[in-house]
């Protein structure tokens, strides 16, 4: 079966740039997605096919995939940020998600 | 825009069966994908499964001989059952419309509020 392996926890300082990591085989070749959790809340989509961002998500999430990476990028990070964060791809019919990433904004 | 709102149960005792539903409102559950993600306390996200508006579905290998979800176009719900539950399916259980602009692919939006699911006795 497919992994995707995400660091536990990133602390990011506010206004600077956080990224996020996302490791799986081959990942590049596969379209990854981003949901962002904040506590007590359902996920939201953030990023979607690597680096697009649905309406109402603000332009300072952006994401990036190469080879066996794929990275979610938070520029200038809010408070408002701070949150769980999982990837997803879509391999052979199965849906697969991250083990999840918390982000610590202090 | 469509929302998404699971319903059911909040317990359920060991060895029976689990069932949720989720109505779909401010759009049409037809012509779309419609999936059961869930979530234990604390952890990371688990896909259950997704079902076509025309019945076809795919599930989890991991939940596949315990599950069955199905779908009702006349009442704009999609439904989720598994079977002889343990202490390990308690979680959080989403309902999630998926989206497929691409072959290969798979995305998740909106996510209903979820619901959680307590099993025991």
């Known amino acids: 079966s497919y992994d995707l392996s995400q660091s536990p926890s990133v602390s990011v300082s506010p206004g600077q740039t956080a990224t996020i990591p996302c490791s799986g085989d081959?990942?590049?070749?596969?379209?990854v997605s981003w949901y962002q959790q904040r506590p007590g809340q359902s996920p939201v989509l953030v990023i979607y096919q690597d680096d697009k961002r649905p309406s109402g998500i603000p332009e300072r999430f952006s994401g990036s995939t190469s080879g066996n990476t794929a990275t979610l990028i938070i520029s200038g990070t809010q408070a408002l940020d701070e949150a769980d964060y999982y990837c997803q791809v879509w391999d052979s019919s199965v849906v697969v998600f991250g083990g999840g990433t918390k982000l610590t904004v202090l | 825009q469509v929302q998404l709102q699971e319903s059911g149960p909040g317990l359920v005792k060991p060895s029976e069966t689990l069932s949720l539903t989720c109505t779909v409102s401010?759009?049409?559950?037809?012509?779309?994908?419609w999936s059961w993600i869930r979530q234990p306390p604390g952890k990371a996200l688990e896909w259950i499964g997704y079902i076509y508006h025309n019945g076809i579905t795919t599930y989890n290998p991991s939940l596949k001989s315990r599950v069955t979800i199905s779908v009702d176009p006349s009442q704009n719900q999609f439904s989720l059952k598994l079977s002889s539950v343990t202490a390990a399916d308690t979680a959080f259980y989403y309902c999630?419309?998926?989206?497929?602009?691409?072959?290969?692919?798979?995305?998740?939006?909106?996510w209903g509020q979820g619901t959680l699911v307590t099993v025991a006795s």
């Open positions: 401010g759009g049409s559950i037809s012509g779309d994908y």
């Open positions: 999630a419309r998926r989206h497929r602009d691409f072959v290969g692919e798979a995305y998740f939006d909106p």
């Open positions: 081959k990942l590049g070749d596969k379209f």
